[in-house]
């Protein structure tokens, strides 16, 4: 079966930092990504990285967001820095299997206090 499963979520005070994972199995993904959905708001993408380590930022999180992927345990990363209060949202993982089928995680919290 095809799974992703984040972890590292939680309550931390504006400045501070958070890394998530997003620990996948069942398939090597070509493309992870990580979306967030805030309460009230449409699911937006937020950073985005190739198998290969080309990655791509949402402009809202360009300098302080890092994503990286570790392909010998398929796995991918997103390094949360400077948090700030609007980030709070439900953060997901996202990968692209080899068949051209997206697969999403269930999600973790991510709140910042101000």
């Known amino acids: 079966q095809v799974q992703l499963v984040e972890s590292g979520g939680g309550l931390v005070q504006a400045g501070g930092s958070l890394r998530l994972s997003c620990a996948a199995s069942?398939?090597?993904?070509?493309?992870f990504s990580w979306y967030r959905q805030a309460p009230g708001k449409q699911r937006e993408l937020v950073a985005s990285?190739?198998?290969?380590?080309?990655?791509n930022y949402a402009d809202s999180v360009k300098g302080r967001f890092t994503i990286s992927r570790d392909n010998a345990k398929n796995t991918v990363y997103l390094q949360m820095n400077s948090l700030k209060p609007e980030d709070t949202a439900v953060y997901y993982c996202?990968?692209?299997?080899?068949?051209?089928?997206?697969?999403w995680g269930q999600g973790t919290q991510v709140t910042v206090s101000s």
């Open positions: 996202k990968g692209l299997s080899p068949w051209a089928t997206d697969y």
């Open positions: 069942g398939a090597i993904f070509s493309t």
């Open positions: 990285i190739t198998r290969g380590g080309r990655t």
